[in-house]
């Protein structure tokens, strides 16, 4: 096996916790892997670095293509530039993509959920264009630009295609925001005409759509959307999949990729050795299928799958009593 060059984020809050049982569960795989570890967040200022995302470990990324990445806190309302809204810009990372999927022993309303959110990662409401226009108004810039439009979604209709789903349903609210989600709508229409005829094609204003979503997951296959909308409903799916301990991620651009899981540094839990380490590990499954490792992927959804279906071994989220520790080493032992 080829050795990997990857780019290990441990990030801030449960961050470390988790990227660690990810990178342990790679390594026991038998990934073959020069982890190359680098800071970004509250973590790099803390080791003297002048921003949130460091030019060296962002040059790193540019250099080896391929990152995990453990969650980052953001300050509201003051302070840095999002960390991950600088590194998806920087590195145009255009697709983030976040299979959310039943699993197997976990409880939920529903069974067979089986649906991937494709989100638009550079535009839209995260442009972060906000402008005081005076004292007590303020507003913010919708942005929405035909290529970045056509760009996610030839990258969605691409995605269904290789992965044999059948259908793309667009979540949007084109009745108010006429020219930007207009723009979005007419262009994800556009490239299911002329290039992808085979996937079947919808569209929903997303208020309907997030009832739709609760009521009955299983009729949804492949959703798109752009950035903030992206942002929402990813976390929706993951509450109805068993939360945000199970859903993973990838941000995707032409030359490079990043991987982390939808949830964030869960500063509540953080440094307890509670966390649930499982959408890291998953994202680590979505890298390994990256990289043409997918064997090793399979082998480690078996071995997370097996665990799950006993589950004896479960972190608190998912019912169980389990810390982050003792949830890896039963997915290592499966393995
Ligand atoms: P969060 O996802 O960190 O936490 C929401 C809830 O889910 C909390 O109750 C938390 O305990 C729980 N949770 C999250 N991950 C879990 C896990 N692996 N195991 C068990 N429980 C888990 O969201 P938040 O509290 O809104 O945000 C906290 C910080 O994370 C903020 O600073 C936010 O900006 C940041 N954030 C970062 C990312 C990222 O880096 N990709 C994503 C989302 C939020």
Not at 44 to 51: M, T
Not at 71 to 90: D, I, Y
Not at 106 to 133: A, H, P, Q
Request: hydrophobic share 40%.
């Amino acid at each position: 096996m080829a050795k990997h060059t990857i780019v290990m984020i441990p990030g801030d809050g449960i961050g470390p916790e988790v990227t660690t049982s990810a990178r342990k569960v790679l390594e026991a795989a038998g990934l073959s892997v020069e982890w190359v570890e680098l800071p970004a967040g509250a973590t790099a200022l803390d080791q003297g670095y002048e921003n949130v995302l460091p030019a060296r470990t962002l040059a790193a990324i540019q250099a080896h293509k391929v990152a995990i990445k453990g969650p980052v806190t953001t300050p509201v309302g003051k302070g840095f530039r999002s960390v991950n809204v600088q590194l998806r810009k920087a590195l145009n990372l255009y697709a983030a993509v976040r299979p959310v999927r039943s699993m197997p022993g976990i409880k939920t309303r529903y069974e067979d959920v089986d649906m991937v959110v494709v989100r638009e990662n550079t535009e839209g409401l995260y442009s972060g264009i906000e402008n005081e226009v005076v004292p007590g108004v303020v507003t913010s810039l919708k942005v929405a630009s035909e290529g970045a439009c056509m760009r996610i979604a030839r990258y969605a209709f691409r995605y269904a295609t290789r992965r044999h789903r059948k259908k793309i349903t667009v979540f949007h609210k084109a009745n108010i925001m006429k020219l930007t989600d207009g723009l979005f709508l007419n262009c994800a229409r556009k490239i299911q005409e002329e290039e992808y005829p085979n996937i079947e094609y919808d569209e929903i204003i997303i208020d309907a759509g997030c009832m739709k979503l609760v009521q009955d997951p299983t009729r949804l296959d492949v959703l798109l959307m752009e950035n903030l909308y992206g942002d929402l409903i990813s976390d929706l799916c993951a509450g109805l999949v068993g939360g945000l301990g199970v859903v993973p991620g990838s941000n995707i651009g032409d030359d490079c990729a990043v991987f982390e899981a939808v949830h964030g540094s869960a500063p509540d839990l953080a440094g307890k050795g509670l966390a649930n380490p499982l959408a890291v590990i998953m994202s680590g499954v979505m890298m390994l299928n990256h990289i043409h490792e997918e064997a090793l992927g399979q082998k480690i959804k078996t071995a997370y799958d097996a665990v799950l279906r006993e589950g004896k071994t479960l972190t608190r989220d998912l019912g169980g009593t389990a810390g982050t520790v003792e949830f890896t080493d039963a997915i290592i032992a499966k393995l």
